[in-house]
């Protein structure tokens, strides 16, 4: 049951909204866009995002979607009144969790995300995706020393509340969570090392990358081996009107790391700027069009505003194939 456009999860799950800038990569936040939409007053953003100098931006402040945070225990309960023997079930399996904000952006108190656990922790039949630019605030959450009685605590309230009876377990809630995959997002081989290392730091049932906005050479190598290892990396180019161009080169790196170490790989967009050859130029170019060309004579072509529907239908292809490689659930 596909419920968003995200092509790494059949859903989103975003009991927060609101965050703030990490860093240069996230300079044109497609999320901050998208709140910048509905963020005049009565809009579902409204003190969550303003418009600055005709660009949206985050205010810093964030909010508790509270008619959102139970979706994953509707989602199950929705999957068993609907089973009949015989017919195959609408299932979400994968989720990503607040696409619209970062669980682990600071003004995110730790009560917000043991309510988030509590949930993530009920829905056993859902695979979590959990992605962040603060990997420090992660790691210190995930290792303080209380944190899963926290969480239990959370949890047993919760389903007291969803299901009007005490939770039925008697033992106590351990982690890291099997239907939890932790992840950090990357641009560049200086976040890279800077996040990966210390999300390695972080007991999980799997670890991830997304290099997204791609924005320069990343190697992983070091970082596809061993017990630590990443189980999956997916890979992205910027979009939006002042995107930056992702080489296809470092692209091509990353799939071919990720193919000598059996790494699954997942390409999800070029975002605006599609790689062209001189053959494709007057297919994918017009008036409106600019062209990068790389040091190495490879061309890229901005089709933000002249070909949209190019962008679409040919924004996942690398040499020609789709990459769309998922760790097994």
């Not at 959370?154 to 509340?161: D, H, L, M, S």
Request: net charge positive; aromatic share 10%; glycine share 6%.
């Amino acid at each position: 049951m596909k419920q968003t456009a995200i092509k790494f999860a059949d859903s989103t799950w975003n009991p927060i909204r609101g965050c703030q800038h990490a860093g240069d990569d996230c300079l044109n936040c497609w999320a901050e866009r998208i709140a910048g939409r509905y963020a005049k007053r009565g809009e579902t953003y409204y003190t969550i995002a303003k418009m600055v100098n005709d660009k949206p931006r985050w205010t810093g402040k964030v909010q508790i979607v509270e008619d959102k945070f139970y979706d994953p225990l509707l989602w199950q309960d929705q999957v068993a009144d609907n089973f009949r023997p015989g017919r195959a079930a609408r299932v979400i399996k994968t989720v990503q969790v607040a696409s619209m904000s970062d669980l682990f952006y600071s003004k995110v108190t730790d009560e917000i995300r043991d309510h988030a656990f509590g949930v993530i922790a009920q829905s056993g039949t859902i695979t979590f995706q959990v992605q962040t630019k603060y990997a420090e605030e992660m790691h210190a959450y995930f290792t303080h020393p209380k944190v899963w009685a926290r969480i239990e605590r959370a949890t047993r309230k919760i389903y007291k509340a969803y299901n009007g009876k005490a939770y039925p377990s008697k033992g106590h809630l351990k982690g890291p969570l099997r239907n939890t995959w932790l992840g950090v997002s990357i641009s560049d081989q200086k976040t890279a090392d800077e996040r990966i290392s210390i999300l390695q730091k972080i007991p999980a049932a799997m670890r991830y990358v997304q290099a997204a906005p791609l924005l320069g050479d990343i190697t992983l190598k070091k970082y596809l081996t061993g017990r630590k290892r990443l189980g999956w990396v997916i890979a992205g180019g910027e979009s939006g009107e002042d995107a930056r161009p992702c080489r296809p080169a470092w692209m091509r790196a990353l799939r071919d790391e990720c193919q000598e170490s059996k790494t699954p790989f997942f390409m999800h967009q070029w975002g605006a700027w599609l790689p062209v050859n001189t053959d494709q130029l007057k297919e994918h170019c017009g008036p409106n069009s600019v062209l990068y060309v790389w040091p190495d004579g490879e061309m890229s072509v901005n089709l933000e505003k002249s070909d949209i529907r190019t962008m679409q239908s040919f924004g996942t292809l690398l040499d020609g194939v789709e990459w769309t490689e998922v760790p097994k659930v």
